[in-house]
């Protein structure tokens, strides 16, 4: 069956600190996957988007990076977080037109 | 920017009445969903309906479109406690194979025992 994991669920990091969260996807190949964040009480902002390994779009300029080093992985990293960073973190890769969203990281940068 | 809006962006009912949530949207559509969000969760797919059709039902959710409003509604009937959640609706863009959802703010729908 086909499952996504994204973890960790929540996350502390200092302002300055170093960001990697992962993503991955089981039984499906070669799909499309997807970093969306979440802020309070808002909507979903799509950060990255992959259509397969190395390719990576950004939709917003940010202090984010993302990358897909294999084809059922996709890392979201900073080299160093901001205030502004915090939010959830949803991943997600489509399956027929319907998203399929992991559970969410949750990040508060203090 | 986002695409989706939906209206209201809170909504308590009793349980056992109908909720009906509305979307609107800027651009045209190949497809319209709705999302179920429960705090602190991931979202969760309800329902797509393309931009041809203009109902859609599945179990106690009915979906209307209205392309030349641009427009959605997704109604629960006879709700429960457990439907308590954030519903969102999104919109695709798609372009090849670089296919993308756009979601609104959402309406936080509280059902009350």
């Known amino acids: 069956s086909q499952t996504i994991h994204q973890w960790p669920a929540t996350l502390v990091q200092p302002v300055g600190s170093p960001l990697s969260l992962e993503c991955t996807v089981e039984g499906t190949s070669n799909p499309n996957l997807y970093w969306y964040r979440q802020a309070a009480g808002r909507g979903l902002q799509l950060l990255f988007y992959s259509v397969g390994i190395g390719q990576i779009s950004s939709e917003v300029p940010q202090n984010l990076s993302a990358s897909r080093p294999q084809d059922r992985q996709f890392i979201l990293s900073s080299k160093k977080l901001l205030l502004s960073d915090s939010g959830f973190y949803l991943c997600?890769?489509?399956?027929?037109?319907?998203?399929?969203f992991g559970s969410g990281t949750r990040l508060t940068v203090v | 920017s986002q695409q989706g809006e939906e209206d209201p962006q809170a909504l308590s009912i009793q349980e056992g009445e109908n909720a009906t949530m509305n979307c609107s949207y800027k651009t045209s559509i190949n497809n319209l969903q709705w999302y179920r969000q429960n705090s602190g969760r991931g979202l969760v797919h309800l329902i797509l309906i393309r931009s041809n059709e203009r109902e859609k039902h599945s179990g106690r959710l009915r979906v209307t479109l209205d392309t030349s409003k641009k427009s959605s509604s997704l109604l629960i009937t006879a709700s429960r406690a457990a439907d308590t959640a954030s519903y969102f609706c999104a919109t695709d863009a798609y372009g090849g194979s670089n296919y993308k959802l756009t979601f609104g703010k959402g309406t936080l729908l509280t059902v009350n025992p």
């Open positions: 997600a890769w489509v399956m027929g037109w319907g998203y399929t």
